[in-house]
């Protein structure tokens, strides 16, 4: 029930193209869904998070929709740039306690320019 | 805003030697802060949770003896890996919580750890 799945594991995109990243989760105690961008030998850093009162978030071309009812949410990254190559992750906590992060697997976005 | 650091960002270090890494919130008060490890091409393996001024709280399968966590003050972190040996070689990742809002994790740059 911690469980936080990712898919896909790889995703090839053209240059100006859509990206989308997807996350399902079973605990419905999760409260705080953030996502995270990380390049090859650096710290994961904070792209953009959303909570589950509402069902969408954009901010720039990163974009998160969410589905309550069936416990997903989706990254979208419009206009999708070569810089944008990198892993992506998504996590689920409860905003609340400890806040601990469940992690997804990630996934490795590789944009073709 | 919410800036975290890590030092040392690399080190080698020989077999049964301990290394100490730091982690600073450099900006906010970090009222937790967590410490994960990652293989490479892998996902963060979140090793244990500290508070400041109480013990850290360590993840199922993770030697507390090992890996020693000391959570000083507000902006200071360290973890100490005692006795090291080559299957400790990995990438080390702090992680500090209480910048922007309590549930939001801000993540150093992380330490690259190897063990002759």
């Known amino acids: 029930q911690q469980q936080v799945k990712q898919s896909p594991q790889s995703l090839i995109v053209q240059k100006g193209g859509i990206s989308i990243i997807n996350c399902a989760y079973e605990n419905t105690a999760f409260d705080y869904f953030p996502w995270y961008q990380q390049f090859p030998g650096k710290g994961p850093a904070l792209l953009i998070a959303?909570?589950?009162?509402?069902s969408e978030k954009k901010e720039g071309r990163f974009t998160i929709s969410f589905n309550k009812s069936a416990k997903q949410f989706s990254l979208h990254i419009m206009d999708s740039q070569p810089g944008d190559s990198a892993t992506y992750f998504c996590a689920a906590s409860r905003a609340s306690g400890t806040y601990k992060y469940i992690f997804g697997t990630g996934t490795r976005l590789k944009v073709l320019a | 805003g919410a800036v975290v650091s890590q030092h040392p960002s690399r080190v080698i270090c020989k077999s049964g030697t301990s290394v100490k890494i730091e982690c600073r919130s450099l900006?906010?008060?970090?009222?937790?802060m967590f410490w994960y490890r990652q293989f490479p091409k892998k996902s963060l393996m979140l090793m244990a949770t500290?508070?400041?001024?109480?013990?850290?709280?360590?993840e199922q399968g993770v030697e507390k003896d090992k890996f020693l966590i000391n959570h000083a003050s507000l902006t200071l972190s360290t973890l100490t890996v005692t006795s090291a040996h080559p299957e400790d070689s990995s990438f080390y990742i702090c992680?500090?919580?209480?910048?922007?809002?309590?549930?939001?994790?801000?993540f150093g740059p992380g330490t690259r750890l190897l063990v002759l």
């Open positions: 900006d906010f008060q970090a009222t937790t």
């Open positions: 500290s508070n400041e001024g109480s013990k850290a709280t360590y």
């Open positions: 959303i909570r589950p009162d509402v």
């Open positions: 992680s500090a919580g209480g910048g922007g809002g309590q549930e939001t994790q801000y």
